[in-house]
């Protein structure tokens, strides 16, 4: 399990993040996980051999083929548990520094051969979540800024 400390750690260092099971529609999570990284400062390497480019970025097949291409710190990882080993053996293959499982993403064999190789690893976890609570990004979209509230209005909108 991850600490506070090493979770700040691995997201102040990773800044560019091979997306892996990235999704060209709006209303998936991985869209819009990967967007809101975009947007604070992080460089999103989409991983989709099904598309061509999403949030504005040339997407990639494979980690392997999007590695020749750019330094990826972090391989995040939105594909089911089933699909992590070969995903895992690409981010130890380009030297990635971190492999990070998504919410409901876990595979022990493949992240204790992931930090057997010198490789961080976080499983179950969202890094859209994470940074958010971690960094104070969680006024972003309407959470914790007041807009939605438990509270009775003082007077009513109509």
């Not at 993040?17 to 990284?37: E, N």
């Not at 992931?114 to 499983?123: E, F, P, Q, T, Y």
């Not at 890094?127 to 958010?132: C, F, N, P, Q, R």
């Amino acid at each position: 399990m991850s600490t506070v400390s090493e979770l700040r750690r691995i997201l102040g260092t990773c800044k560019t993040i091979a997306v892996v099971g990235l999704s060209p529609q709006w209303h998936r999570p991985s869209f819009f996980a990967a967007k809101y990284m975009q947007s604070h400062g992080y460089r999103i390497v989409p991983v989709n051999p099904a598309a061509t480019e999403i949030l504005g970025e040339r997407c990639y097949p494979s980690v392997t083929a999007a590695a020749q291409h750019h330094a990826i710190d972090m391989v995040d990882c939105f594909r089911k548990s089933a699909d992590i080993p070969p995903i895992a053996d690409e981010a130890i293959a380009i030297g990635a520094r971190c492999l990070w499982l998504q919410l409901g993403v876990i595979h022990e064999a493949a992240a204790q051969k992931a930090r057997g190789a010198g490789l961080d690893v976080v499983m179950d976890r969202c890094v859209k979540i994470e940074h958010a609570r971690l960094f104070g990004g969680l006024g972003w979209f309407g959470v914790n800024t007041g807009v939605i509230s438990s509270r009775r209005p003082q007077q009513l909108p109509y």
